[in-house]
């Protein structure tokens, strides 16, 4: 009987709270390598704040995080830093600087923490950006990009330090259903073309259903259930039911999401 291997990512009775409001309340989950999995759960309901645990940009108040085995939420920043090198993440917004062209946003990253020469950082940017369907988009400005090519700039700078780990913050938000399959297939072929483990945050059930591999459900601070995206259709849970299917009528209630 051969070993199982231990979770690329693993959270362990994770709690965060802002003052009074109680974000995080013991939220388990394990993610294994390779492994796409999306995360569900209504506004407010503290999925960016997982991710951002997870990467170490916030401080549980309580519980750990492992990535590849190592115990990352006592770690010191510079420690932290290093750590970090294993994640690529795309923001919500974007997050692209106006001020720099598509290559140099695209290899800021690289500008940042290698000794690479700007000649090699705009090679390994050109070659990222053929990577996610752009060609002959490095010398343009952001403003003169459509919604949709800024999104995949996004994502070739989320993959240009070639990491581990991929982090997808609402990666369909603001696009019309056609450009968002576009996101979603680009999302399966950089899972299968450089073998990354990901974790996705949506409220886009077509999305979720379409890039996962597996599909947890975040609510009032808690992971209430993980399946693939067949279980999770099939779910007996009547929170996950009135989620996927959108309904208004249900325990979920304004006032839960809110």
């Known amino acids: 009987m051969t070993e199982l291997s231990e979770p690329m990512i693993k959270v362990v009775d994770l709690y965060k709270s802002f003052g009074s409001k109680k974000v995080l309340q013991g ?14 759960g209504g506004s407010g309901t503290g ?82 950006l053929k990577l996610v369907g752009l060609f002959n988009v490095e010398n343009l400005r952001t403003s003169e990009l459509s919604g949709g090519m ?27 259903p056609i450009m968002a399959d576009v996101i979603n297939e680009l999302i399966i072929h950089l899972k299968k073309t450089l073998k990354v483990t990901s974790i996705a945050i949506t409220h886009d059930m077509v999305s979720a259903y379409k890039i ?26 009547e929170i996950v039911q009135q989620f996927i299917h959108g309904r208004a009528e249900g325990p979920i209630t304004a006032e839960n999401i809110k």
């Open 212 to 237: 996962a591999d597996k599909i947890a459900m975040l609510y009032k601070g808690k992971i209430i259930e993980v399946g693939t995206p067949d279980e999770i259709k099939n779910s007996k849970n």
């Open 27 to 40: 939220a388990d989950l394990e993610i294994n390598k390779g492994e796409s999995m999306v995360v569900l």
């Open 150 to 176: 800024m999104k995949r700039v996004s994502l070739a700078r989320a993959i240009c330090m070639e990491p581990e780990i991929l982090l997808y913050d609402e990666p369909t938000t603001g696009l019309d």
């Open 47 to 128: 999925k960016s704040v997982l991710i951002k645990c997870i990467i170490g940009i916030l401080r549980p108040d309580a519980g750990k995080v492992y990535v590849s085995g190592q115990e990352v939420t006592s770690l010191r920043e510079l420690e932290l830093n290093d750590i970090r090198k294993k994640f690529g993440m795309l923001f919500q917004g974007g997050a692209l600087f106006d001020s720099l062209s598509v290559w140099e946003n695209v290899g800021f990253g690289l500008k940042q923490h290698t000794n690479l020469s700007g000649k090699e950082i705009k090679e390994r940017a050109v070659e990222k």
